[in-house]
């Protein structure tokens, strides 16, 4: 009887030492997931702020002394444009790779600026810059809020509803692209 109850026993602390292993093994994948993300993170930024704030600046003191419109209303633009992550950092990469006036989303910010330059980047930076962008609370320059409220009535997101200045009235809608 002994014997038998020991063995029980043994059984039992075989069957949840497997499963908290289990566990175990769950949470150091899962941890390996979250750094490798935070990696990726943290490289997007890097990527996004040596390369993207040359232009699209938040220190400039007002909106005249910019040479791009800043990157928190690009980002606003492209989220009413594409709405999953996916198609976000699709047409990002996409525009960057190829600037065009045709396939402009921010026509406003193209009459005022001119199209951006072609840049020279590859398309894995372009995907972790535009994913860092989708992902993250963007820096905004001090006077950006309030231009936004003059420029397109104040309303939630503003874009497009007929009080602005004629800038940035695309619907996300060009060459065939569906929201």
Same mark, same amino acid.
């Given at each position: 009887?002994?014997?038998?109850?020991? =063995?029980?026993?043994?059984?039992?602390?075989?069957?949840? $030492? @497997?499963?908290?292993?289990?566990?175990?093994? /769950?949470?150091? $994948?899962?941890?390996? !997931?979250?750094?490798?993300?935070? !990696?990726?993170?943290?490289?997007?930024? /890097?990527?996004?702020?040596?390369?993207?704030?040359? @232009?699209?600046?938040?220190? $400039?003191?007002?909106?005249?002394?910019?040479? =791009?419109?800043?990157?928190?209303?690009?980002?606003?633009?492209?989220?009413?444009?594409?709405?999953?992550?996916?198609?976000?950092?699709? !047409?990002?990469?996409?525009?960057?790779?190829?600037? +065009?006036?045709? #396939?402009?989303?921010? &026509?406003?910010?193209? *009459?005022?600026? +001119?199209?951006?330059?072609?840049?020279?980047? #590859?398309?894995?930076?372009?995907?972790?810059? =535009? /994913?860092?962008?989708?992902?993250?609370?963007?820096?905004?320059?001090?006077? %950006?809020? =309030?231009? %936004?409220?003059?420029?397109?009535?104040?309303?939630?997101?503003?874009?497009?509803?007929?009080?602005? *200045?004629? &800038?940035?009235?695309?619907?996300?809608?060009? #060459?065939?692209? #569906?929201?």
């Amino acid at each position: 009887m002994k014997s038998y109850f020991l =063995a029980v026993i043994i059984t039992a602390f075989l069957l949840i $030492s @497997c499963n908290n292993k289990e566990d175990k093994d /769950t949470t150091a $994948s899962e941890i390996v !997931a979250i750094n490798k993300t935070e !990696a990726i993170q943290s490289e997007g930024y /890097t990527l996004f702020k040596n390369n993207c704030y040359a @232009c699209h600046s938040v220190t $400039s003191k007002s909106h005249d002394e910019i040479i =791009a419109p800043p990157m928190v209303a690009v980002k606003r633009r492209y989220k009413m444009g594409y709405r999953t992550k996916e198609r976000f950092v699709e !047409a990002m990469v996409n525009w960057t790779k190829d600037p +065009k006036e045709e #396939n402009a989303l921010m &026509r406003g910010a193209v *009459k005022q600026f +001119k199209v951006m330059p072609k840049q020279a980047f #590859n398309e894995d930076d372009l995907k972790k810059i =535009a /994913t860092y962008i989708y992902d993250n609370e963007i820096e905004r320059p001090d006077w %950006f809020e =309030a231009h %936004f409220e003059e420029e397109h009535g104040g309303e939630g997101n503003g874009m497009g509803n007929g009080k602005g *200045k004629g &800038r940035g009235k695309g619907n996300g809608k060009r #060459n065939g692209q #569906n929201n």
